[in-house]
């Protein structure tokens, strides 16, 4: 068996997991989440764990097995606590601000970027140059923060751009002039 899938999910007190034929569906105090699954797969509930079968033994049903454990455990993680990822900004006048449903960045190009937040997903700033990107979703939430991350990305000369917090940029030597 899977490494992964075979690890059951605990499930807090105040998550409801609802089981269909083909969805999972995952509700909890900060939202609701769903997931359809294939057949070769089957979710169970018993004494407060979700646990994740599989029907047979084929190789696409072993890689199924693993991959729908984890969606599932992200689901009960992200309606009870939730996803978040910092970036910052590094720049001489680099800033960003939130107004209304969308976020304006001057990233030091001839005119402001306008990046509109979307449904589920809210985003904070601070000081200027701390954004933070937070939700439910894991997956939307990291798609979001790389969004917002390719609109400058860090370069490795002067490590100017956006980046995450936990990142480190890889500094190289600029040009030396040579003498004769």
Known sequence: ?????????PVPKNVKVNILPDQIQVEGPKGKLSQT????????LDN??????RKDESRETRSLHGLYRN????????????????LTLVGVGFRAEVKGKS?????????QIEYIIPEGIQIQ??????????G????????VACEIRSLRPPEPYKGK????????????????????
Do not use: C, H, W
């Open 161 to 180: 751009g956006i980046k995450y917090d936990d990142e480190t940029i890889r500094r190289k030597v600029g040009k030396s002039t040579a003498k004769k």
């Open 103 to 111: 976020v304006l960045f001057n990233l030091g190009y001839s005119t």
């Open 136 to 143: 439910i979703d894991k997956q939307l939430v990291g798609k």
């Open 125 to 134: 700033v601070d000081q200027n140059t701390k954004v933070s990107v937070s």
């Open 1 to 9: 068996m899977s490494r992964i899938g075979r690890q059951p999910i």
């Open 37 to 44: 699954y294939k057949p070769s797969v089957t979710f169970s």
């Open 71 to 86: 969606l599932a455990a992200n689901m009960i993680k992200g309606v009870s606590e939730g996803f978040k990822k910092n």
């Open 48 to 53: 407060n764990n979700l646990v994740v079968n």
